[in-house]
């Protein structure tokens, strides 16, 4: 099968998260993937699976440098 999934990026100041992206895939089931995370000066880049997501690649303005998170959620229904 397939699933939606969204991947989402966040930046965090002073305790606060602000939303910077948010780009839909459609990834198999059952399968691995591999998320990446690079940055180069002010410059993020999310990759999916080795390859860049476009609307994932923002600039940070206020970027000095400091700690990066990432984080995999797996929300799933329950029928009962």
């Known amino acids: 099968g397939i699933s939606p999934r969204d991947v989402v ?4 100041q002073g305790g606060q998260r602000a939303l910077i992206a948010r780009a839909a895939q459609t990834l198999p ?5 591999t998320l990446g995370v690079e940055i180069t000066g002010k410059e993020v880049k999310v990759m999916l699976n080795g390859k860049p997501l476009p609307a994932m690649t923002r600039t940070l303005a ?3 440098g400091g700690r990066l998170g990432l984080a995999s ?3 799933f229904e329950l029928a009962v």
Do not use: A, M, P
């Open 73 to 75: 959620l797996d929300l």
């Open 9 to 12: 990026l966040y930046e965090v």
């Open 62 to 64: 206020g970027y000095k």
């Open 29 to 33: 089931l059952k399968q691995w993937h």
